[in-house]
Antibody
Framework: EVQLVQSGAEVKKPGESLKISCKDS????????IAWVRQMPGKGLEWMGS????????RYSPSFQGQVTMSADKSISTAYLQWSSLKASDTAMYYC?????????????WGKGTTVTVSS | SYVLTQPPSVSVAPGQTARVTCGGN??????VHWYQQKPGQAPVLVVYGDSDRPSGIPERFSGSNSGNTATLTINRVEPGDEADYYC????????????FGTGTKVTVL
């Protein structure tokens, strides 16, 4: 069974940098797009962007373009989401999810999420 | 931008049928997917491609899509079905623009 294992909870101060990870336990990491999804406290799901680990092709939601950077290291089947300068409004749960192989239209496997808390 | 509108809440008695709608402009021309999210847990895919179920999802979960409304139907509702449900579409294939609905809380009375 494919699993996406996300890094642990983070508590940071405004202005600090952060990089969280998502490791794919399966054997075909490079063949699936990986999406990042934000869920702010008590709110719904928001697509942030997606990356194709095979060639690091990356697409960002306009809402998150320039705010975060997505990357992937296919040698260790791991995708990353990073911030250079966190804000309090970045406080949220962040999920990585694998997009289906055929059409990349839906998210068929999800990580358990990484909680990010930004507070002074 | 493309907007998917869901009712904030749906209440249903055990054993009855719950219907969760997802409204969007000409959504019938798109492929709709549904996720279940229980408190403190990650979302789980329950219906994809309008009406297909991933393995392990009970047949009680079904979906339909036509015109401006997609619907997730849960038959013979059980207490364990209480959760938030989100619809989702891929709005732009070239840009990978994924859109989620506003979410519906299904309460089992």
């Amino acid at each position: 069974e494919v699993q996406l294992v996300q890094s642990g909870a983070e508590v940071k101060k405004p202005g600090e940098s952060l990089k969280i990870s998502c490791k794919d336990s399966g054997n075909d990491f490079i063949r699936h797009w990986i999406a990042w999804v934000r869920q702010m406290p008590g709110k719904g799901l928001e697509w942030m962007g997606s990356i194709y680990p095979g060639d690091s092709d990356t697409r960002y939601s306009p809402s998150f373009q320039g705010q975060v950077t997505m990357s992937a290291d296919k040698s260790i089947s791991t995708a990353y989401l990073q911030w250079s300068s966190l804000k309090a409004s970045d406080t949220a749960m962040y999920y990585c999810a694998r997009l289906d192989y055929l059409h990349a239209s839906h998210m068929d496997v999800w990580g358990k999420g990484t909680t990010v808390t930004v507070s002074s | 931008s493309y907007v998917l509108t869901q009712p904030p809440s749906v209440s249903v008695a055990p054993g009855q049928t719950a219907r969760v709608t997802c409204g969007g402009n000409n959504i019938g021309s798109k492929s709709v997917h549904w996720y279940q999210q229980k408190p403190g847990q990650a979302p789980v895919l329950v219906v994809y491609g309008d009406s297909d179920r991933p393995s392990g999802i009970p047949e009680r979960f079904s979906g339909s899509n036509s015109g401006n409304t997609a619907t997730l139907t849960i038959n013979r509702v059980e207490p364990g079905d209480e959760a938030d449900y989100y619809c989702q579409v891929l709005n732009s294939t070239s840009d990978h623009r994924y859109v989620f609905g506003t979410g519906t809380k299904v309460t089992v009375l």
